[in-house]
């Protein structure tokens, strides 16, 4: 068997780690999710509270969840028991379970993004019909197809280790995302009605905004910023003794919410242009946004550039859930990181079979394992590191010889208002939540 702590390798730099936890936080949800909230809830307004949380909650939240991960060198199978968290085991399992589950749905999505990509550029080169959501769900083996290989990429990613994989494609991805964004925005502002459009989007509307917004933008933060107790942890026990958490912690934070402006910035003077409402959602981008690519000049250029700077990022959040499990089992079974990989791709293939029969299932799936045991994993990781890892003796005398892996302000409000605050997006999550699928049930029955 063998040990993880003697094979545990290292992120090569600072900077490979901040690209390594920007890839994390940077997704779908800048993408799709956040210019609709935006343009929902006050425009400005919610960018502003948006950004307020993110360095107030979701900064130090992420500096909780890697300090767990590098003081204990553990993913989240060893993370809470090594924390002495009373049933850590436990509460470990259920979030590699998590991990599982969700990772199963969100690689059906990211391997959309890869087929209307590829379809966008198809369309480029022989001139037939713009992919819509009809075209690209006809073929069940088409689709299936598009996701194996995404699994199998992120895969053989992971195949070539912490440094040679993750961190390498981090550092590269990163940059090219936000190089072709900032050339898509230019090109998106002059299409017709694009600078006007963005001019609304950015007004701030106060009268729009309300107290439960506020909630949905810390949700928003924890759900972006990738917390819950199980890839931060994992890329924290990665993390050399001399990375600044600090630092780290404002860049991914920063590099977050640059990204979801940037998406914003593009996808809203696109959507203006051919008056499809900010409130599509999903259908924005996989409908919406190949048809603007097609009027426009050199489109079919734009648009497969655009989708795969996307799916490069989409990739990187994969490919973490992807190291969380590869991470737990090796440190619970001390399996290789080959074995581990072929068990990884056989599940995670199989496990979103399901996507493609059920309906609704990635929106059911997602309440479960997404809005309800994400932050109840971000809230563990936070009780871990404070109430139960902190308080133990090596730690304690750390403390007093003013050693700390945390500053003891940070110590108290990770203690006491961060769990308060991961509570609130809970319960709202919840009760958003809830209203959704049931209107789903209803309207499928």
Known sequence: MVSPDSERSLFASSTGALFATAGVAIGLGNIWRFPYMMGRDGGVVFLLVYLFFALTVGAPMLMAEWTLGRETRRGPLGA??????????????????????????????????????????????????????????????????????????GCGVLGLGVRRGVERLSTIAIPLFFLIFVALIVRAL???????????????????????????????????????????????????????????????????????????????????SVGAPLSSG???????????????????????LFFFGVYLVAMLSLVAAYETLVAAMRDALGWTRRRTLALLFAAQTALALPAYLLPRYIEVSDFVWGTTLQPLGAALAVIALTWSLIRRRDLARRRAAGDSPLPEWLYCWLRYVVPVAILATLVAGWWDGVGTITSLLNHAG
Request: with cysteine; charged share 10%.
């Open 282 to 304: 999903p259908p924005l981008m996989f409908d919406v946004l190949p048809r603007v690519f097609r009027q426009t000049p050199a489109g079919g250029l734009l648009g497969s």
């Open 190 to 272: 002059a299409l017709p009605g694009g600078v006007e459009g963005l001019g609304a989007f950015l007004t701030p509307r106060w009268s729009d905004f309300e107290a439960r917004d506020a909630l949905s933008a810390l949700g928003q933060v924890i759900f972006s910023l990738g917390l819950g107790g199980t890839f931060m942890v994992v890329y924290g026990s990665y993390m050399r003794p001399g990375t600044r958490l600090g630092r780290t912690a404002i860049g991914t934070t920063l590099a977050d919410v640059a990204a979801a402006l940037l998406a914003a910035l593009l996808i809203v003077p696109a959507a203006a």
């Open 80 to 153: 809470y028991t090594r924390a002495g968290l009373r049933c850590g085991g436990f509460w470990g399992w259920l979030l590699v379970v998590t991990v599982v589950m969700s990772a199963s749905y969100y690689g059906v999505v990211v391997a959309r993004v890869l087929h209307v990509a590829v379809e966008v550029a198809r369309t480029a080169v022989t001139g037939g019909p713009t992919p819509d959501h009809a075209r690209l769900t006809a073929s069940i083996v088409e689709q299936y197809a598009y996701l194996a290989l995404s699994v199998g990429l």
